[in-house]
């Protein structure tokens, strides 16, 4: 299915939004610049005039998803007030950011570090679970969050379940709008100390 971009619409950005999706359609090494160049309906030198290949694609792609996210680590309810309340932040607009992002967040977790991009992805998802991790642990010093769950495993079963709404999460799809709170209230309601 091409997007058939005209000349008046390519954009990086344009171009972008249908390499993701023939991405996560066919993989990323499933994928060649001939086969982005007829989803997009423009020629490959149209690509190469304003990218250097396919994996300049996929940095810029993964790239989109994870600056989403590590910017939910600076917004002020990310780093003011109590750790649990910051931490049901994070979790709560991480789902929002899946949500939003969804193309470029799925395609962010399906990258298996078998390219230098892959492998620089993979390190900063490593990098944000790290830091999520050290606010589930200041949750659980602070006495705000369960002390028998190990924190990286707490911080693990937490992304398990927001990761999972990219298998059967659609746009519009009813109901989906209060998707971010039951996230928080399922998540919450068990590792909160009681």
Known sequence: MAENLTRASYTV????AVTVRVFNERGYD???????????????SSIYHHVRGKEELLRLAVGRALDALFGILEEPKAVEGRPVDRLEH??????EVLMTELP??????????????????LERRRDFDHRVAELVQ???GAGELRADVEPRLATRLLFGMINSVVEWYRPGQRGSEGLPDAVVQLAFGGLRAR
């Open 30 to 44: 499933g994928t060649s610049m001939e086969d982005l160049s007829r989803a997009a309906g423009i020629s490959k």
């Open 104 to 121: 470029y967040v799925t395609l962010l977790l399906r990258v298996r570090g078998n390219t230098t991009t892959e492998q620089w992805a």
């Open 138 to 140: 200041e949750a659980v």
């Open 90 to 95: 994070v979790v709560r607009r991480t789902a």
């Open 13 to 16: 950005e344009s171009l972008l």
